[in-house]
């Protein structure tokens, strides 16, 4: 009899990762989760900084024991071009990198420790002028 009452009482629990979208953007985030949670840590690879944006689908961790540290791991790929295989793009408001095959894109301003590229290239011509 009493194993009939333990698989009675089984205990659903949430997921352990799940998409959510954002509601407050920046870092801490807030993201809807069906109910929306705030104060989610974001992290990312080594060496690189992203804050998602409000409106952007994210995947949510929900990390220790009891799912009680939920954080924000990354974001959907939505509404872009297509990555060839072993490509790479690294894309921020309306500038973007892509390494391709064998060639190197740049889309945006351009600027070469807070100059405008343009400029530094003018200044090195007329020093060789």
Not at 22 to 38: F, H, I, K, Q
Not at 64 to 90: D, F, M, N
Request: hydrophobic content about 35%; overall charge negative; aromatic content about 4%.
């Amino acid at each position: 009899m009493w194993t009939s009452e333990r698989n009675r009482n089984l205990h659903v629990g949430e997921p352990a990762a799940e998409l959510g979208t954002v509601t407050l953007g920046g870092d801490p985030a807030g993201v809807s989760l069906g109910g929306e949670r705030r104060w989610l840590t974001v992290y990312s690879p080594g060496g690189y900084s992203w804050r998602p944006t409000a409106g952007q689908k994210v995947l949510v961790l929900k990390a220790g024991a009891e799912g009680e540290s939920p954080c924000v791991l990354g974001a959907v790929q939505e509404g872009e071009e297509p990555l060839k295989p072993g490509e790479v793009r690294l894309r921020g408001g309306q500038s973007a990198i892509r390494l391709g095959d064998s060639r190197l894109e740049l889309s945006g301003e351009v600027y070469l420790n807070g100059r405008p590229l343009l400029e530094v290239i003018q200044e090195i011509i007329i020093s060789l002028l």
